[in-house]
Nanobody, 120 residues
Framework: VQLVESGGGLVQPGGSLRLSCAAS????????MGWYRQAPGKQRELVAD???????NYADSVKGRFTISRDNAKNTVYLQMNSLKPEDTAVYYC???????????????WGQGTQVTVSS
């Protein structure tokens, strides 16, 4: 399953961006969806995730500024990022736990990453 991300770019501190991630094919069973990020020289970290039932979880560093949401009919996950800070600069990756009918288990699929740069 391919995940296609969009919405990254350059923004000034205090600005907003909205990331989107859509599956390239129809998927009937997706469990959790999430967004991760990796800054230069750092490990990839969880930004936010959302369960199939809509329960959300956020990293402390983005609580109150970022909002994750999903559209199950479109197999799409979004990340609305407000009040962006320079320390939010990173490559952002989306992730989906997709049910594999061959192995009857959930497997993680990842997007290719989209650059977000917060700078004046």
């Amino acid at each position: 399953v391919q995940l296609v991300e969009s919405g990254g770019g350059l923004v000034q501190p205090g600005g907003s961006l909205r990331l989107s991630c859509a599956a390239s094919e129809i998927i009937f069973r997706i469990n959790a969806m999430g967004w991760y990020r990796q800054a230069p020289g750092k490990q990839r970290e969880l930004v936010a995730d959302i369960t199939s039932g809509g329960r959300t979880n956020y990293a402390d560093s983005v609580k109150g500024r970022f909002t994750i949401s999903r559209d199950n009919a479109k197999n799409t996950v979004y990340l609305q990022m407000n009040s962006l800070k320079p320390e939010d600069t990173a490559v952002y990756y989306c992730q989906m736990s997709v049910f594999d009918y061959g192995t009857t288990s959930y497997k993680d699929s990842w997007g290719q990453g989209t650059q977000v740069t917060v700078s004046s």
